[in-house]
């Protein structure tokens, strides 16, 4: 009972600080760290729940539910993460377009999220695929509120990076944050 | 997001998670009553295998799991209609190489363990499922663009092999049987292992895919 009180209430503790952290920070990666983490919280729950003693075997089906859960969470979260990256390509289209014109807003740049979004060098090259084919999806892409501070935060970092010119050698460790 | 309003939300949340704490504890200082559990052990011997676990999953509840493959199916043709895979890491130095050629034949040979095993203990077809899509990230990792997954072609064909497998098992025992999914006595067991197989290596080969992270390329199999 102490112990399995202690496992399911840490399982809920989980899922409030991921609660918090998808309500309170803006990046989609950060979100999705969130909810992941949440939903790791849901999962412990199930297995307290499942928990009958040491004297008889634990409730399968619970276990059951959890095995589903997992994996369904990595597939969400894994084309939650593509989808991410599609979007990030969309806006670094958008910044490069709009670095023709002066660039009179830039947003206040937000380092840690940046940091985290930043290495998107190894798909230059699947970039200038698909460039010829880009502008309308882009202005569809376009309006989404959500959207504005993070193509200035990209702004700022892009300038520096070799991820503009598509000459493509450039390394691509790093890459792993948006990679399931 | 302002710093008060956030601090707001934490109190919320942390009121929120207080409740849901105390209603953990009374429900735990409960009795437990009835349960899934009776039922699912009770008739184990039948189930084909004697892992309680895998019993649920590919018995009592096997069309969960037909749909739970759908629906990795569909994440990974989601990811796929994005667009094409960004090209790989650059090629891992000799220790990493090295490593890689220990890691992978033991994560595949572990799998394939794991999958018999899901009988009788803790494993089957997710476990070893997940043992081989780590195969082919490591190998990605260390530089294999395709991640070791085979051309296109073969690769459309491994992640429909776990729900169509399912599918096929279960219209063919709703035409002959007793209903979808609904195994006869005594064939369980090879029905379950067979349909593991299949959901095995779709879900490996599904995850690594994902890792990948969009459409095969077309020279994926080649250097």
Redesign the interface.
């Known amino acids: 009972?102490n112990a399995?009180?202690l496992y399911?209430?840490a399982g809920?503790?989980l899922?409030?600080i991921g609660?918090?952290s998808l309500?309170?920070?803006?990046s989609l990666v950060r979100k999705l760290i969130a909810i992941n983490i949440a939903g790791g919280g849901v999962f412990h729950?199930f297995i307290?729940?499942?928990y009958?003693g040491d004297s008889?075997?634990?409730?399968?089906?619970p276990?059951?539910l959890v095995?589903?859960g997992?994996?369904?969470a990595?597939?969400?979260t894994?084309?939650a993460?593509?989808?991410n990256?599609?979007l990030e390509q969309l806006d670094d289209d958008d910044t490069r377009d709009a670095s023709a014109s002066p660039p009179d807003t830039q947003p206040m740049a937000r380092s840690p999220e940046t940091s985290l979004d930043q290495p998107a060098n190894?798909?230059s090259?699947?970039l200038a695929?698909?460039r010829p084919a880009e502008p309308p999806a882009a202005s569809c892409a376009q309006p989404a509120p959500g959207l504005a501070p993070r193509s200035g935060g990209r702004a700022l970092t892009e300038q520096g990076s070799p991820a503009a010119s598509n000459t493509?050698s450039d390394?691509?460790?790093g890459?792993?944050a948006?990679?399931? | 997001m302002k710093h008060d309003l956030s601090l707001l939300l934490g109190i919320l949340i942390a009121l929120l998670a207080a409740t849901l704490l105390w209603v953990l504890h009374a429900t735990l200082s409960l009795d437990p009553g009835p349960r899934l559990a009776d039922f699912a052990l009770a008739r184990l011997d039948e189930s084909g295998v004697s892992n309680p676990v895998t019993a649920v999953l590919l018995n009592y509840r096997a069309y969960d799991t037909w749909l739970e493959l759908a629906v990795l199916l569909a994440a990974l043709l989601g990811i796929w209609s994005l667009g094409p895979a960004p090209t790989g890491y650059q090629p891992s130095g000799p220790a990493l190489a090295a490593m890689v050629d220990w890691i992978v034949p033991l994560a595949i040979l572990t799998g394939g363990y794991m999958l018999w095993v899901g009988g009788h203990a803790p494993g089957g077809a997710f476990q070893a499922g997940a043992l081989l899509g780590a195969a082919g990230v490591i190998m990605r990792l260390a530089g294999e663009p395709s991640a070791g997954l085979p051309g296109e072609t073969a690769q459309r064909w491994l992640v429909v092999l776990g729900a169509g497998v399912f599918a096929l098992v279960g219209g063919v025992l709703l035409v002959a049987g007793d209903g979808f999914l609904h195994y006869p006595p005594g064939q369980a067991k090879w029905l379950i292992l067979l349909m593991e197989s299949a959901a095995t290596i779709a879900i490996g080969v599904t995850l690594a895919a994902a890792y990948v992270g969009g459409r095969p390329r077309r020279d994926a199999s080649r250097r």
């Open positions: 009972m399995q009180f399911g209430g809920i503790l899922f409030a609660l918090w309500l309170v920070h803006e729950v307290a729940i499942a009958r008889a075997p634990p409730d399968p089906v276990h059951a095995l589903t997992i994996v369904v990595v597939s969400a894994a084309l993460l593509a989808l990256r599609r190894g798909h090259v699947a695929d698909r493509g390394g691509s460790q890459q792993g948006h990679d399931v």
